[in-house]
């Protein structure tokens, strides 16, 4: 899993961040 990846996840999940 790359950074980018990482981020784009986050991006359209923020639920999952949290």
Do not use: V
């Not at 899993?1 to 949290?18: F, I």
């Amino acid at each position: 899993m790359t950074g980018s990846r990482a981020s784009e996840n986050n991006k359209h999940d923020p639920a999952k961040l949290r």
